[in-house]
């Protein structure tokens, strides 16, 4: 064996592996560009950088205090005007419960004025009246639970056990308008629930 077959052979050895070695490098290469530009087909996570929404709910206590300024001043109305026509009659109450016992008893007069006044808060768009009572028991109960559909019927469970202490106070049932009053906050309730999506049970 002759030296240059030994280092032809070397030569050989060597061209040939840095050509090897140049075509790794150049696979190697384009297999980190191919890895660059596609992504695997498996799950990749992603965070978003968004994280979920909830909406928290809050009393709105600017509109309760409102709301109960408001029915204060008018039970304070009625309670004079029903004094007013009582002293008239030689007839005195001592608070507000006894008030409610002697208009349910119907053992008083009314005078012409008194009698007018009435019917104009009753009336269906008067204060008293079936529209805007159910309204203001409405707005009063959205703004307790800051408009939270998931506490409608918590809301309506209280509603309903007041109608039945006012019954109670009453000593009976209360009168038409009373009852129709408490139809169109069921109502009320059965709107806000099922605009909110859930289910109403008939």
Same mark, same amino acid.
């Given at each position: 064996?002759?030296?240059?077959?030994?280092?032809?052979?070397?030569?050989?050895? #060597?061209?040939?592996?840095?050509?090897?070695?140049?075509?790794?490098?150049?696979? #190697?290469?384009?297999?980190?560009?191919?890895?660059?530009?596609?992504?695997?087909?498996?799950?990749?996570?992603?965070?978003?950088?968004?994280?979920?929404?909830?909406?928290?709910?809050?009393?709105?206590?600017?509109?309760?205090?409102?709301?109960?300024?408001?029915?204060?001043?008018?039970? #304070?109305?009625?309670?004079?005007?029903?004094?007013?026509?009582?002293?008239?009659?030689?007839?005195?109450?001592?608070?507000?419960?006894?008030?409610?016992?002697?208009?349910?008893?119907?053992?008083?007069?009314?005078?012409?004025?008194?009698?007018?006044?009435?019917?104009?808060?009753?009336?269906?768009?008067?204060?008293?009246?079936?529209?805007?009572?159910?309204?203001?028991?409405?707005?009063?109960?959205?703004?307790?639970?800051?408009?939270?559909?998931?506490?409608?019927?918590?809301?309506? #469970?209280?509603?309903?056990?007041?109608?039945?202490?006012?019954?109670?106070?009453?000593?009976?049932?209360?009168?038409?308008?009373?009852?129709?009053?408490?139809?169109?906050?069921?109502?009320?309730?059965?709107?806000?629930?099922?605009?909110?999506?859930?289910?109403?049970?008939?």
């Amino acid at each position: 064996m002759s030296v240059n077959g030994v280092t032809g052979g070397s030569n050989v050895y #060597s061209t040939t592996y840095a050509a090897q070695s140049k075509n790794t490098e150049t696979k #190697s290469e384009a297999k980190t560009e191919t890895s660059k530009g596609t992504t695997s087909a498996g799950a990749v996570y992603e965070p978003s950088g968004e994280t979920a929404k909830t909406t928290k709910y809050k009393p709105d206590t600017n509109m309760i205090a409102k709301l109960k300024a408001d029915a204060d001043a008018r039970t #304070s109305q009625l309670q004079s005007l029903v004094e007013k026509m009582l002293t008239k009659q030689g007839q005195t109450y001592g608070n507000a419960n006894d008030m409610w016992s002697i208009l349910a008893s119907g053992k008083f007069t009314v005078d012409p004025a008194t009698k007018l006044q009435a019917q104009a808060d009753i009336a269906e768009d008067g204060y008293w009246g079936v529209s805007q009572t159910s309204q203001r028991i409405l707005d009063f109960a959205k703004a307790l639970t800051g408009g939270d559909p998931s506490q409608i019927e918590k809301m309506r #469970s209280a509603f309903e056990k007041g109608f039945k202490m006012a019954e109670k106070k009453w000593g009976g049932s209360l009168p038409d308008i009373s009852q129709k009053t408490y139809d169109a906050v069921q109502k009320g309730f059965d709107d806000m629930a099922k605009e909110a999506g859930l289910t109403v049970e008939d």
